[in-house]
């Protein structure tokens, strides 16, 4: 029973460039979330997604930033036109009931 | 103890002792409380959790203590070994979302 899975685990953008961060749930996990990492920060909230819905994306910027999680395949976050202050590590998590978030291993974004 | 926004909190403890990493929640109506471990380069890891109706929980070598009067929790590890090296994080769930603490860096000195 694979975690949750995600890819790349490393990625360097140039700015100005498209950023997609791909999370697959563990089986049977129908919540995805979506937090993001600054060095030596906690994990900050950014959206909180079922199968084809988003249930509360309080926590994402308003602008350059988009999630999905459609009916088949796995979630993406989208970041468009990158800049340095994105460079972060970003961690998806999944759960069965919406509580109890098994993480995945990360994507480490680097702009230059 | 960690609280959202200031510089990582650090604890070094020797081999074989017991730590005791705290951390004060924010919000009064929280229901749920987890304990993350996040070793170097690697996602969060489940270590135990706790409801707001209980205000003690064991594990293997690992206790929770919940405090609701002061919004207080605490995450006791028991004969501390090196692979226990890592930054621990507590969550509070709070309408079905969960608010992170900063964290605290737990050292082990073999």
């Known amino acids: 029973n694979a975690g949750v899975m995600q890819n790349p685990r490393h990625l360097v953008r140039r700015r100005g460039q498209e950023a997609r961060l791909r999370c697959s749930p563990m089986?049977?996990?129908?919540?995805v979330y979506w937090y993001r990492q600054l060095p030596e920060e906690g994990l900050k909230f950014m959206v909180y997604l079922q199968k084809e819905n988003i249930i509360d994306e309080s926590g994402m910027p308003k602008e350059r930033f988009s999630a999905e999680f459609p009916k088949e395949g796995p979630s993406i976050l989208r970041i468009q036109q990158v800049v340095r202050g994105d460079s972060a590590a970003y961690f998806c998590?999944?759960?069965?009931?919406?509580?109890?978030?098994?993480f995945g291993s990360g994507t480490r974004l680097t702009v230059v | 103890g960690e609280s959202v926004g200031l510089h990582l909190p650090t604890l070094s403890v020797q081999e074989g002792d017991n730590s005791i990493i705290n951390c004060a929640y924010s919000n009064s109506a929280s229901d749920y409380f987890i304990w993350y471990k996040q070793e170097s380069g690697k996602g969060p890891q489940f270590i135990i959790d706790i409801r707001s109706n209980m205000d003690k929980r064991q594990g293997q070598r690992v206790t929770v203590l919940l405090n609701k009067t002061v919004k207080h929790l605490s995450l006791q590890i028991a004969a501390t070994q090196p692979g226990d090296s890592a930054v621990y994080f507590c969550a509070e769930n709070f309408l079905n979302q969960f608010y992170f603490g900063t964290g605290t860096s737990l050292t082990v000195i073999p």
């Open positions: 089986k049977g996990h129908s919540h």
């Open positions: 998590a999944s759960s069965r009931t919406g509580e109890g978030h098994t």
